[in-house]
């Protein structure tokens, strides 16, 4: 079975500063994609950056750039020049080709002004 | 176009009744999950629907819990006999195919169990 873990409940920045949320996989597959979204207060679940298994370079979305280091099983997100809207629980997931979602506990990241 | 939408957005019931929980994902996706997420807590899977496949049902905690799809389309969770333990955010989330790795989300249904 596949399982994802965040072993950061919680993880606070200053505004404008940077921060590294880590998840660690385990999983004998090797076609999968990896997620993390995002979940305000609203309960909305966001997708924030997605990365392919089978691709080397790290995914970048604006101010959201992953850490990807397959032979690690590890899948980090790194927000850069943090807003207080980042404020949120982020939770990081797992799909095979063939299976549903699993995600992680999460992440609840407090941004400072 | 219009997202995934879930209903009621919030239910209080009292233990012992029954709840059914409604999800329309978005049109032509063939592919719809919910999940459950306690307060604090991450997802949890409990059941996907793919076309007319037969659906995952792994995930459901108790016979208590069922789920259908009606058309491909809308899907109704129900509980029976509620226990105070359901109190949860009910998500669901639909995406356009079975190797297709995005999934859109709801916003969710609250439910309590009193």
């Known amino acids: 079975a596949q399982t994802v873990t965040q072993s950061q409940p919680e993880m606070s920045v200053q505004e404008a500063e940077t921060v590294t949320l880590s998840c660690t996989y385990d999983?004998?597959?090797?076609?999968?994609?990896l997620f993390w979204y995002k979940q305000p207060p609203s309960r909305q679940m966001i997708l924030v950056i997605r990365?392919?298994?089978?691709?080397?370079q790290n995914a970048t979305e604006n101010r959201f750039s992953v850490n990807f280091q397959k032979a690690a099983k590890s899948f980090s997100l790194k927000i850069s020049d943090s807003q207080l809207g980042d404020a949120a629980m982020y939770f990081c997931?797992?799909?095979?080709?063939?299976?549903?979602?699993?995600f992680g506990a999460g992440t609840r990241l407090t941004v400072k002004p | 176009g219009a997202g995934v939408s879930q209903s009621p957005s919030n239910k209080v019931t009292e233990k012992g009744k029954d709840v059914e929980l409604r999800c329309d994902p978005i049109?032509?996706?063939?592919?719809l999950y919910w999940y459950r997420q306690s307060l604090g807590q991450g997802l949890e899977f409990l059941i996907y629907?793919?076309?007319?496949?037969?659906?995952?049902k792994s995930g459901l905690p108790s016979d208590r819990f069922s789920a259908e799809r009606t058309g491909g389309s809308v899907s109704t969770l129900t509980i029976q006999r509620t226990q105070q333990e359901d109190s949860a955010v009910y998500l669901c989330?639909?995406?356009?195919?079975?190797?297709?790795?995005?999934?859109?989300f709801g916003p969710g249904t609250r439910l309590t169990v009193t």
């Open positions: 989330a639909s995406s356009s195919g079975y190797r297709s790795y995005e999934q859109y």
């Open positions: 999983t004998s597959e090797s076609d999968y994609y």
């Open positions: 990365q392919e298994a089978y691709k080397q």
């Open positions: 997931a797992y799909r095979s080709a063939f299976n549903d979602m699993r």
């Open positions: 049109s032509g996706h063939t592919a």
């Open positions: 629907f793919q076309g007319n496949s037969a659906p995952d």
